[in-house]
């Protein structure tokens, strides 16, 4: 999935590869993050990802309109207020990748895959 942006000057084409990037980094600047994950269909066993990894941890979806719909699979540190960490990542992402890419985000959601001690 590809994501196009028309504008009077011409067509600006952004890989999805960078828009996973760009929610991916914009997720782990926020305070409580301890890394991103991934769930294996198969067997339900959750996957820490590092750094190079982290686009395994974000799913994003293209509406009919052109928005995007954004998923992210996170681990959080233990004794840290979910709700405020995730509050914090929705306002971040949606920043980050309305303001480097220019596609409109219209809903993220969140899954929270563990906590860390």
Known sequence: METKI???LG????AEDV???????ATLECYGIVAM??????D?????LGRENLTRGVS?????DGQLDVDLFIVVEYG???YAVCTTIVETVKYKM???TGAKVRRINISVEGIRV
């Open 60 to 64: 994003l979806r293209t509406t009919e």
């Open 6 to 8: 028309v504008n009077e």
């Open 37 to 42: 994950s991934s769930k294996r269909a198969k």
């Open 11 to 14: 067509t600006i084409s952004i």
């Open 44 to 48: 339900g066993f959750v996957e820490w």
């Open 19 to 25: 828009m996973l990037k760009v929610a991916g980094y």
């Open 80 to 82: 840290i207020s979910i």
């Open 98 to 100: 309305e303001s480097m």
